[in-house]
């Protein structure tokens, strides 16, 4: 008799755990359920994406042979859930005798799922998801005894494991990070790379105008769709980063720039999370282009460590923290989001361009997820419920293990300093260093009180001001607020009026 084997929408990978020994009796479900597209409101570009990736996945396993059972979102009898789904096909083939799944990367459906064991009438087999480089046992292992836990340390580690820019025991180049060499800002004559950005094929299509009806009232555009929906349009894309811009990925990938939304980025963790690229294949591919000398170390390096090190350690972190790492609100922020996250309508270029790219693609790169959009919502004291919801709900590669402890952890420090030493909090000085945002700003990013000054500045010192009880203690805060009290009174009075007039004008949002 044969079992059925069901496959999650982040878990699109020939190579799943749940489909390894898969047999001719067997039958494979992908569902499209409402419950997981509208648990929070996703972005419309990121359902799209999803589900059109299901569907040629589908596809894929057909074609290599395997009983698929698709099930789209307005199929008559759809159930709307995971495990509606499940109970439906075991009622249509009543033969198959099991049903086995890869463990879910979320743990609200990792709960659910625990439960179908005692709710289903066959035997549920929960199979561990071993695409991952680090089990989570290993990583459970490492953690043990430590009251910090520092990415560094973990992606040390990770090499030494993976054997991944290392020569013998030790690491390429003599040392394991190149950071500081990545911090360049962009010159005004450097024009980013052209990218790989592919034209939706018909099935694509399909989905995109369901989506646009069905998901009318969800966040964000639909147009233009350059996301890869198959596993040979991912390969491209992955492909195309390789050979064209991997090189400049080092030096510019704390750079941002108004009207680029990919700058030197690589595009491909959309496809990681979902399963449609492998992540230690990807770093391989991205070793041998260093080893063949076409691409230098501190790029090489810089781009293995966000996948091996930063991926694999904020899943770490959410599974051996959850469920109570999310309700955590250590520096005690309570203000609603603001409507301009929503809109993108705001006099703040930074702030308005990131959305706006946001909105238009769902899609942003790492800076300005943590040092735009994050920092100005650490400042604002803004609740880390809120928040979370925002970072989960507008991007495509968002996922509740890897969003909740970069966003939670890196960017808000609600969790009180788990993963991050300091708080990334920083005034527009950063912002303008960093960009040309500023340039073209509304406000004066020189100025730190009056109506034209830089609000970062001002919600920077209010910060500052309002945690020195909680923060003042913390060693890499010591200079910070040495500065601070070398800062006038009337100085700071002032920016702290400022950013409580401009906090009490904001309006709170909803999507």
């Not at 071993?130 to 580690?157: H, T």
């Not at 700058?263 to 492998?278: D, F, R």
């Not at 909090?425 to 034209?452: E, F, H, P």
Request: proline share 5%; aromatic share 12%; with cysteine.
């Amino acid at each position: 008799m044969g079992v059925l084997r069901l496959v999650l929408g982040d878990q699109l990978s020939p190579s799943l755990s749940s489909l390894r020994d898969i047999g001719p009796d067997d039958v494979v479900l992908i569902a499209e359920v409402a419950e997981e597209a509208t648990y929070v409101r996703h972005h419309k570009k990121k359902i799209a994406f999803l589900f059109a990736a299901m569907r040629h996945f589908a596809a894929e396993l057909k074609a290599a042979g395997h009983n698929v059972r698709y099930v789209r979102l307005d199929d008559a009898g759809n159930q709307g859930s995971l495990r509606g789904e499940v109970a439906r096909a075991l009622e249509a083939a009543p033969a198959l005798s099991g049903v086995v799944v890869t463990r879910p990367g979320e743990w609200r459906l990792m709960q659910d799922m625990e439960a179908w064991r005692d709710l289903l009438p066959v035997p549920v087999e929960l199979r561990d998801d071993d695409r991952f480089i680090v089990p989570l046992a290993e990583f459970f292992a490492w953690a043990k005894g430590r009251k910090q836990f520092r990415m560094e340390f973990f992606y040390r580690e990770v090499r030494r494991k993976t054997g991944l820019l290392m020569d013998g025991d030790e690491p390429a180049g003599g040392q394991w990070n190149f950071d500081h060499d990545n911090r360049k800002r962009l010159p005004k004559s450097m024009v980013p790379p052209a990218r790989f950005l592919p034209e939706p094929d018909a099935l694509t299509r399909e989905v995109i105008d369901f989506v646009r009806t069905r998901f009318a009232d969800h966040f964000g555009d639909l147009e233009p769709f350059v996301f890869a929906t198959t596993r040979a349009g991912a390969e491209a894309a992955r492909d195309h980063f390789m050979a064209e811009i991997l090189p400049g990925f080092g030096d510019w990938q704390d750079a941002m720039a108004k009207g680029e939304p990919w700058m030197w980025h690589s595009l491909l963790s959309m496809y990681l999370n979902c399963g449609l690229l492998e992540p230690l294949d990807v770093c391989r591919r991205a070793e041998a282009e260093w080893r063949a000398g076409r691409a230098p170390l501190n790029a090489v390096e810089g781009f293995i460590r966000q996948i091996i090190g930063w991926r694999e350690y904020v899943r770490g972190i959410y599974w051996l923290k959850m469920p109570h790492y999310a309700e955590t609100n250590a520096l005690a922020a309570h203000r609603p989001l603001p409507d301009f996250f929503w809109t993108g309508e705001t006099g703040m270029r930074c702030m308005a361009d990131a959305i706006g790219q946001t909105r238009r693609h769902a899609y942003a790169h790492h800076i300005q997820r943590l040092m735009v959009t994050g920092n100005f919502a650490l400042i604002a004291g803004l609740d880390p419920r809120a928040v979370n919801e925002w970072y989960l709900l507008v991007y495509a590669d968002a996922y509740e293990w890897v969003e909740l402890p970069n966003t939670h952890g890196m960017a808000l420090h609600a969790d009180g300093g788990l993963m991050a030493s300091k708080p990334y909090a920083a005034s527009g000085n950063y912002i303008n260093k960093m960009s040309d945002y500023c340039g073209s700003c509304a406000y004066d990013v020189r100025a730190r009180t009056g109506d034209k000054a830089c609000p970062f500045n001002y919600l920077y010192w209010d910060f500052i001001a309002r945690n020195q009880a909680r923060l003042q203690s913390n060693q890499r805060m010591a200079l910070i607020y040495k500065s601070f009290e070398r800062l006038p009174e009337d100085e700071i009075s002032a920016m702290r009026k400022d950013a409580a007039a401009f906090l009490d004008g904001l309006g709170a949002g909803t999507p």
